[in-house]
Nanobody, 120 residues
Framework: QVQLVESGGGVVQAGGSLRLSCAASGRSCSSYAMGWFRQAPGKQREFVAAISRSGDSTDYADSVKGRCTISRDNGKSTVSLQMNSLHPEDTAVYYC?????????????WGPGTQVTVSS
């Protein structure tokens, strides 16, 4: 079992950048593919990005492709999401999650989330 905690959220102006981090404890996060999801008010949670256990494969939602980069440091048990050129539509609670393999589903463990607010 792995416990996840996100950090790095905040308020940023449109066009700005934020770097979200996810710290894993318990079972090593190298045992899991890791993903980022987000949920805006009144909307369903949606996939943002994912990275394989080794870090050699990534997947991005079309809405963030080219603006976001997911990375991981298995030695430090952390996963990061660098977000650039932020839009007001990126405003949401962002969640880190762990899955047995790379994909957009089957995530078993979730963090509590971190709020990202992009002002226009």
């Amino acid at each position: 079992q792995v416990q996840l905690v996100e950090s790095g959220g905040g308020v940023v102006q449109a066009g700005g950048s934020l770097r979200l981090s996810c710290a894993a404890s318990g079972r090593s996060c190298s045992s899991y593919a890791m993903g980022w999801f987000r949920q805006a008010p009144g909307k369903q949670r949606e996939f943002v990005a994912a990275i394989s256990r080794s870090g050699d494969s990534t997947d991005y939602a079309d809405s963030v492709k080219g603006r976001c980069t997911i990375s991981r440091d298995n030695g430090k048990s952390t996963v990061s999401l660098q977000m650039n050129s932020l839009h007001p539509e990126d405003t949401a609670v962002y969640y880190c999650a762990a899955a047995p393999f790379l994909g957009r589903h089957s995530y078993h463990y979730w963090g509590p989330g971190t709020q990202v607010t992009v002002s226009s």
